[in-house]
């Protein structure tokens, strides 16, 4: 990979990839256009007269800041982070209940009822899950202030 192919704009980072070439004849793509208008064009058309396209896209990738904004914001040496939470069950959980919606707007009544009543269990069981972990953290984040 060539170094050319990235572009850095302040923390973003753009790289172009590319898939490959896809060469056609134009006469065959473009039939009504006849091949002595082609002529003009000669010069980016290949040996044989067909014309060359990269299939290629784009890679942006940024650089996180987040920390480095809440040292400026608190100064240096701050450990304050926000907090990860674990993996759990409740995306599953919400995935089930939401097959259970679709069944149930199509007709049985009983899955509708039932995948309401999965949504509000996960909804609660995720909200309890990351409260808790907030309050982790917070605990954690004092523990570390009184240290220091």
């Not at 014309?51 to 809440?70: D, P």
């Not at 069950?89 to 199509?106: D, E, R, T």
């Not at 009543?117 to 972990?133: C, E, S, Y």
Request: aromatic letters at 8%.
């Amino acid at each position: 990979m060539a170094k050319s192919n990235i572009i850095r704009v302040g923390d973003v980072e753009i790289l172009a990839l590319s898939d490959g070439m896809l060469e056609f004849d134009l006469c065959n793509f473009f039939p009504t256009i006849p091949e002595e208008q082609w002529q003009p064009h000669a010069a980016k058309l290949t040996d044989e007269h067909k014309v060359r396209f990269n299939l290629g896209s784009y890679l942006i990738r940024g650089v996180h800041r987040a920390s480095v904004v809440r040292e400026a914001e608190h100064g240096e040496g701050t450990t304050e982070t926000e907090p990860h939470v674990e993996p759990t069950i409740w995306p599953l959980v919400f995935a089930v209940s939401m097959i259970g919606l679709v069944v149930g707007a199509l007709g049985a009544t009983w899955a509708l009822v039932e995948g309401g009543i999965l949504l509000v269990v996960a909804l609660v069981g995720w909200a309890l899950d990351v409260r808790r972990q907030w309050q982790h953290h917070h605990a954690a984040s004092a523990h570390v202030k009184d240290v220091a």
